[in-house]
């Protein structure tokens, strides 16, 4: 075949779908010149051919323009080759075609010299910066439970997989050449091999941010991994064959931040968008929250260390506005706290202010974060084991510095049966960190109604519920006082119980009422009791079936009342003075039961 056929000929076997007649071509020894010469013109044909609207896509079109653009990588000027092939990297879009770009870049950086630093990082980073702006599945929407089964055959996460998978061998003989447990030779240059590898760990780390980081890698135990998961692991495997203490990575992470500069500048630094330490907290997520096995932490590290250090970047994920990567915030801590024993963390831990982020993040979410269930419930969930872990004079500490700033009623009464348990625990064991002046600093939190006698009671049923158990169990638990909660019963009655007789009082004739209404007047009534009782759409029977719930937790709530009132009456000797007096309901105090 001439020369001024050569390119025409493969152009048109191109458009007609002829690709065994072109790979025959290729392979022809005497065409061996004419591939090296036209090395350029067949990258950007063939190119053109893949992003071709008209183009029929089939496995074989696949294997035949792979095969020319490898020929071509293997046999053109390198440097030449390099350029073609990264100025038709957009050209691609976020299509998973991109992926049969990587083989030929792979071949033609294995021919370059090991020295040259500096074009593997321009390589892997044109590469990555494609590779992170793949569009999402529905950014923002949170997949709850088995939802996130469907997100395996969402077309963009399909594309994502390909092209990762792809992505994961193409890094692998780079991996094989710089591997730590390779056989060093006199040939080797070690600063060169330094570079190189930083190179790596550098670009590795970018894999791990968006869009990986925004799927779900989370598998119950008994399932089998997804395929992005597989992939997951074996780039984390590629980064500790690089890199033999994943502990050390913050320090790449700063150093391409420009946060402080290391001992030797690095001359592959070209400006390029550096790696973020959300990537640490994606490979932490698999080793501890995933319990992916993974040589590279070293075992001279204490367990408090490793909870300190990682614990940040699981506060970098549950900040976070995509609800994937908060779900993997959340599962590093619970995966974490596995890690470490019952009251093993010191009472001088709380130095650190981790812990204060962690709770913050974990209140954020819980009031206002993701619009996720699942994930709200998961991260008021982690309160207590994570407390358990902390000696209990932090425990004390911590939960001193929460419960003024705790609003939300659901997690106040959290908090309160939490300082319950700590009671119990100081009583049984003789220890003083929540008794007599540190119990002083909770129980004016704890016994009063927030808006006095005007409290909604429905709304913040949960916290008063709790600190009437409190009040209960001090009562009967703690006969001889040693805890020194004695003093402020007469505040308890005062601020909490006398008001709260006289809120319920209210509260039950406000919801008769209009109950009564209802029943008398129908459905006319409906409009009124969307204005007074602020009640969203419903139905006749939805609204009464409402009200009567409500009137049922004012019973249950003037019941536990009563046997308070009871159990103060029998701790004192003398029975207070209430406006009402909660004792008389004595069907609801025969039948109720309560518990401590």
Avoid at 202 to 230: V, W, Y
Avoid at 281 to 286: A, V
Wanted: charged letters at 20%; proline letters at 6%; a negative charge.
């Amino acid at each position: 075949m001439s020369a001024d056929l050569f390119l025409p000929n493969i152009s048109r076997w191109l458009e007609e779908g002829q690709y065994q007649q072109i790979k025959n071509v290729i392979l022809d020894r005497t065409h061996i010149p004419k591939v090296r010469e036209h090395g350029m013109d067949i990258i950007l044909g063939v190119c053109n051919h893949l992003n071709s609207e008209k183009s029929v896509w089939s496995a074989e079109m696949e294997e035949c323009c792979e095969f020319s653009l490898l020929m071509v990588a293997q046999l053109s000027n390198p440097k030449e080759v390099l350029i073609a092939l990264q100025e038709q990297v957009a050209e691609f879009g976020s299509s998973s075609k991109f992926k049969i770009l990587l083989l030929p870049f792979q071949a033609v950086l294995l021919r370059l010299p090991d020295k040259q630093s500096n074009i593997l990082n321009m390589v892997l980073e044109t590469i990555g910066e494609h590779v992170s702006s793949l569009p999402l599945p529905s950014p923002g929407y949170c997949f709850e439970g088995r939802e996130r089964i469907l997100l395996d055959t969402d077309p963009k996460v399909q594309c994502i997989s390909d092209i990762y998978e792809a992505l994961a061998e193409f890094y692998a003989p780079f991996v094989k050449q710089m591997s730590l447990n390779r056989v060093q030779t006199k040939l080797d240059d070690e600063t060169c091999l330094r570079e190189r590898r930083r190179v790596l760990k550098k670009n590795l780390l970018k894999t791990m941010e968006q869009p990986l980081i925004c799927m779900d890698l989370h598998f119950a135990e008994g399932k089998s991994p997804s395929l992005l998961r597989r992939i997951a692991e074996k780039l984390v495997h590629h980064l500790s064959c690089v890199c033999g203490d994943l502990f050390s990575l913050p320090e790449i992470v700063h150093h391409f931040q420009g946060k402080y500069k290391c001992p030797s500048s690095s001359s592959f630094d070209d400006g390029s968008p550096p790696p973020t330490l959300k990537s640490l907290g994606m490979i932490f997520y698999l080793v501890y929250g995933e319990q992916l096995p993974c040589p590279s932490v070293p075992s001279i590290y204490s367990q408090e260390f490793i909870f300190h250090t990682v614990l940040q970047y699981a506060d970098l994920l549950l900040r976070s506005e995509e609800p994937l990567v908060v779900h993997k915030g959340l599962l590093l801590i619970q995966g974490l706290l596995k890690h470490v024993g019952d009251s093993s963390l010191s009472i001088d831990c709380l130095d650190h202010p981790i812990h204060f982020q962690i709770f913050q993040s974990l209140i954020w979410l819980a009031m206002s974060g993701v619009n996720s269930r699942e994930f709200k419930i998961l991260s008021v969930e982690l309160w207590r084991p994570y407390l358990d872990k902390l000696h209990p004079g932090a425990r004390y500490h911590l939960l001193q510095s929460l419960l003024p700033t705790l609003e939300h009623p659901g997690l106040r009464g959290l908090v309160i049966n939490i300082i319950k348990d700590q009671v119990a625990l100081c009583l049984d064991k003789d220890l003083p960190y929540f008794l007599q002046d540190r119990l002083d600093g909770f129980l004016p939190l704890i016994w009063r109604l927030p808006q006095d006698v005007e409290t909604d009671l429905l709304e913040h049923m949960d916290s008063i519920m709790s600190a009437l158990n409190l009040a209960r169990f001090l009562l009967l638990r703690d006969r001889l006082n040693v805890s020194g909660f004695a003093k402020h019963l007469p505040l308890f009655e005062a601020q909490f119980t006398e008001p709260l007789a006289r809120a319920l009082k209210l509260s039950r004739a406000h919801y008769e009422h209009y109950e009564l209404e209802l029943s008398k007047i129908g459905a006319g009534a409906v409009a009124i009791c969307n204005v007074l009782l602020s009640m969203p759409e419903m139905s006749l029977e939805q609204r009464k079936s409402v009200i009567a719930s409500a009137i049922n937790s004012f019973d249950l709530l003037e019941s536990v009342l009563a046997r308070v009132v009871e159990c103060l009456h029998s701790f004192s000797g003398s029975l207070p003075t209430c406006e009402r007096d909660p004792l008389a309901k004595t069907d609801n105090l025969k039948n109720a039961q309560f518990s401590v």
